[in-house]
């Protein structure tokens, strides 16, 4: 079975200030970490590694740093890392970012299975997974808490559907995006570390894709843009109320009506 | 074993010192206070007062003192010795709502707390302000003030020492209801005998502490865990020496069965990151640079693998940390509900016989037909071994378990070890005390106790008879 996986290098904290003029994260000094949704997917790409054989390579979008991201994958049991980096990628939304990473998985090669997180931590959108299934004409499906069983041509998996979870079937190849605590990920190994040094990533830009027209990526290729972002308001204004609950109640009634909540 | 009942008349008279909210008396006080966390020793006290301040206690040990009636000390009853168990009855007074963080001194790099607060609650407080305090015994809600009575040391010890280095000031209240202060901000003290010293560890026999100065290190900004799979527990276990030896400074250095692995991912629902080797060690290595982390972390990583180590895995972001080190801290109550009823033994020895030590335990358990699961402190020689009763008949179960415990205690003994590492003597390990340090020593201690509680009063039958 070949498996790919799509990961994504993200801020190591939550603590990240915002640009307010480009609207995009000050990722500059801040230390990086991989999206946390995407370990689920490597684990769930390694436990089927075990159960059917294959390979399971991994690839993410960035700068010459997310190669850090590629290797902890690799550390971890993944056995090949694909870099997609150019500077005309840059400045990407979804869409672009989506038709990007289907130039580059077309690139690598025909995979079985294509496993995401079901979001990253940064840009939170939850559509870059299921886009890219869509930009290779595969099925797909989100919220993946386990991959049941592989048979021949389809695969079974559990879907989580807030109040209720799904046995689907689906045809290979397929694109599934894995759910928060989905499974426990195995740990990056030192021994593979050692053994490994830092081969094993392969790095590829624009020239390497099919399309080669630059105004399908980056900025260029992006229909969406951010007007403003910015942190949201803090309000520490705070009233204490003391006494017995009867009249606390009372009190706490009192002011939802007035704020017209109740 | 209540031979000293207090009147009706003692009775008001507390009422009148303490309000009603605060004071209950005979059966309006809960099974909980009748034991604490292991179980084993049991007995209630006949009036129980949730203190709140030091004049307070002072003038309840005032009465108590010259009325003679027995006082016991509890804070969370997260202790397995039975040390703060009431088991003569009399009067306890349960620290918990005591639980303020008085102070931060940012220039003496102290903190001042409460008896209540909880261990959890001050790590939580000191990382929020940049500091560390470095003792972390497994039992997070713990209360402060139990922690220094027991001079529990937790997971850092070998990089940091245990509780009593990070000890700075006390205060008492003596049986009789005077209050002393011991020791206090300052960092060297030549002034005569150390008896903040001797408070810490005394399991509440000698005084009672309302307040604590601890010393706080600046928080290290960067650690890394490494976990290290062994395929069996002698090779892991005899691999701690040497690493020590490496001069590589980890802050702990823990090792775990498989096990007792299997028994923390039933109890918390989560999958451990890796069960497939029979042992693991698991070390924590702090730092203020990832590269001074690494370098030290990568020195004792490649002696692993040289030495047996089936692999090093990295231990890097926090929610790896999270997924090792809950199980971790699960272990003591993932093997309690794994059995029916179990006792333990938390004997210290030299790091060079931790190895020996577990070859024993397995030996015993083969030999007695009994599981006996363990876990503990590689780094420090303070081990956790528990003997559990699963299926066995209480007589048999009581049988197997002192011979048990005189087997283990000879050969901790054997080996230059001590009784306790950490969890004390209480109630439970009393004759085990007596016979490894002998008479003389039993001795001196009890001149101690009687110096400090010449009637007998504050804790009577604990640590020593």
Redesign the interface.
Known sequence: MKILVCIKQVPGTTAVEVDEKTGTLKREGVESKMNLFDLYAIEQALILKKQYGGTVDVITMGPDQARAVLMEALYMGADRGILISDRALAGADVLATSYTLAQGIQWSGEYDLILCGKQTTDGDTAQVGPETAEFLGMEHVSNVLKVLKVEEGSLEVLENQENEVRRLQLPLPCLLTMEKDANTPRLPSYKRKLEMGDRGVEVISLKDFKDKDTSHYGANGSPTRVERIFPPEKNTARQMYEGEPKDLAASLGQLLKERKFI | MNERTLSQGQISALKQMIPEERIRVGGQIGEDYSHDELGGVFGYPEVLIQVMSTEEISEIMKYAYEQEIPVVVRGAGTGLVGAAVAVEGGIMLETTRMNHILELDEENLTVTVEPGVLLMELAQYAEEHGFLYPPDPGEKSATIGGNISTNAGGMRAVKYGVTRDYVRGLTVVLPDGTVVELGGKIVKNSSGYSLKDLIIGSEGTLGIITRAILKLVPLPEKSVS??VPYPEMETAIAAVPKIIQLKAAPTAIEFMEREVILFAEDYLG?????TDSAAYLLLTFDGNSMDQVESEY?KV??YC?DHGAV???????P??KE??WSARGAFLEAIKASTTEMDECDVVVPRNHVADFIRYTHELAGQFDIRIPSFGHAGDGNLHVYICQDELGENEWKEKLSALFDAMYARAEEYGGAVSGEHGIGFAKREYLRRQVGETQIELMRGIKKAFDPKGLLNPGKVID
């Open positions: 490494l976990l989560k999958k451990f990151p890796d990568e990583a490649k693998l692999d090093v895995y990295i231990v890097d972001t929610e790896r997924a090792v």
